[in-house]
């Protein structure tokens, strides 16, 4: 008896003092990335733009399902102002909503709801044309927070406060794309702010509780110096000096592939952006950072003009590690977000021409492209570098 029990206290002891036998067993290989990141850098969010069809439990569209579950661990919700309540302030369209939450909680998923309100593209007709006061604007602004964020308390982890209110080539907000700038601003020593943004984050943040991430969100501050990179710092900045609740900011970064090979800013094929530079991308990262703000990528695509050729599908690949590498090392950085992951089912700028542009990691049958084996791998070096290092 004594010398089975020596025996297994030696095997036992034998375990722990190598360690590294353990370690090896760990198939990186077989992990999600959402994983992966978690070993990385535990507390981490990866994440994709979903639909709600993709919960609806069909045979059809389980494989949607049982890719997001085995690959992320944060998804975004559309709570569009114009589809959640599209003929007047009092009558809601939320089952869409609901699905996309309840399998969230079901998947063990968090959520990330997009948005609250933005610039006037976001808003119905309704409102957009209804020729109201600032005290029924301000009233309509509380009664939408206030029935989303009761309806959904706790099961909603970050939110978009507000989307895409500045103007790309100046430190503003664009007056002409925007109803509720008639409420005016504020400002101190740090810069100015939107009486009715203001207004939203009180409000998002008394209804929605501590708990709730408030983020403003916007495009074109994804490298640093650019006019709407240095808006969102002094934004940020000036709201948390008046003590008004804010957490962080997002950084959209919709990217694409020329016709003749370059990685540019600015997803339209048309769009004239500069070039991607990793560098200035960390730097704004640390930026945004240095103001105390958590950031988090929000949006990421990576779309291609001309031939989808596989020198193209590469530069995409590349692309993709690139920006999700510059993420997850940057401190500040909390999440990294694709607007979507399957070619079935993307964001087109370029809709009116007809023209795809195939801008995610899986294409239109779930099969994974280089941009998708770009990232795992990434992860995968990234999580065995750590395990060394570790051991």
């Given at each position: 008896m004594k010398q089975r029990l020596f025996i297994a206290v030696f095997f036992i002891c034998t375990i722990f003092a190598n360690g590294h036998l353990l370690a090896q067993k760990v198939d990186y290989e077989n992990m999600g990335m959402a994983e992966l990141a978690q070993i990385i850098r535990p507390g981490f969010l990866f994440g994709t733009h979903t639909q709600p069809w993709m919960f609806d439990g069909s045979a059809k569209n389980q494989k949607f399902e049982q890719l997001i579950k085995k690959e992320y661990n944060l998804i975004s919700v559309g709570i569009y102002q114009k589809i959640t309540q599209p003929q007047t302030a009092n009558v809601w369209k939320l089952g869409s909503i609901d699905l996309n939450i309840d399998s969230a909680a079901k998947n063990n998923l968090n959520v990330y709801a997009h948005p609250m309100f933005g610039s006037d593209g976001y808003i119905p007709?309704?409102?957009?044309?209804?020729?109201?006061?600032?005290?029924?604007?301000?009233?309509?602004?509380?009664?939408?927070?206030?029935?989303?964020?009761?309806?959904?308390?706790?099961?909603?982890?970050?939110?978009?406060?507000?989307?895409?209110?500045?103007?790309?080539?100046?430190?503003?907000?664009?007056?002409?794309?925007?109803?509720?700038?008639?409420?005016?601003?504020h400002q101190n020593e740090y810069?100015?702010?939107?009486?009715?943004?203001?207004?939203?984050?009180?409000?998002?943040?008394?209804?929605?509780?501590?708990?709730?991430?408030?983020?403003?969100n916007d495009n074109h501050n994804t490298l640093a110096g650019m006019p709407q990179t240095l808006e969102c710092a002094s934004m940020f900045k000036a709201l948390k000096h008046a003590g008004i609740p804010i957490d962080g900011l997002g950084i959209q970064c919709h990217t694409k592939i020329t016709t003749d090979g370059k990685h540019m800013l600015s997803a339209a094929e048309n769009a004239i952006g500069p070039l991607f530079d990793a560098e200035l991308f960390a730097q704004s990262i640390h930026d945004l950072g240095a103001t105390g703000a958590i950031v988090l990528i929000s949006e990421c695509d990576v779309h291609i003009y001309g031939d989808i050729t596989p020198d193209k599908l590469q530069k995409?690949?590349?692309?993709?590690?690139?920006?999700?590498?510059?993420?997850?090392?940057?401190?500040?950085?909390?999440?990294?977000?694709?607007?979507?992951?399957?070619?079935?089912?993307?964001?087109?700028?370029?809709?009116?021409?007809?023209?795809?542009?195939?801008?995610?990691?899986?294409?239109?049958?779930?099969?994974?492209?280089?941009?998708?084996?770009?990232?795992?791998?990434?992860?995968?070096e990234m999580a065995r570098k750590k395990d060394k290092v570790i051991k």
């Open positions: 007709d309704w409102l957009l044309n209804g020729n109201f006061n600032n005290d029924e604007k301000l009233a309509i602004i509380e009664n939408r927070i206030k029935t989303i964020l009761t309806r959904y308390k706790g099961k909603i982890n970050i939110l978009d406060v507000y989307n895409e209110g500045l103007d790309r080539a100046v430190q503003e907000w664009r007056p002409d794309e925007n109803i509720f700038l008639s409420l005016g601003f810069g100015k702010w939107p009486v009715f943004l203001e207004k939203i984050l009180i409000w998002c943040r008394q209804y929605g509780g501590d708990d709730l991430m408030l983020i403003y995409q690949a590349d692309a993709y590690r690139t920006i999700l590498s510059v993420c997850i090392n940057e401190p500040a950085c909390v999440s990294f977000k694709t607007w979507g992951f399957t070619d079935a089912s993307c964001w087109n700028p370029n809709k009116k021409d007809h023209k795809r542009s195939d801008p995610l990691a899986y294409d239109d049958q779930l099969a994974p492209k280089p941009a998708y084996s770009a990232m795992k791998n990434l992860l995968v």
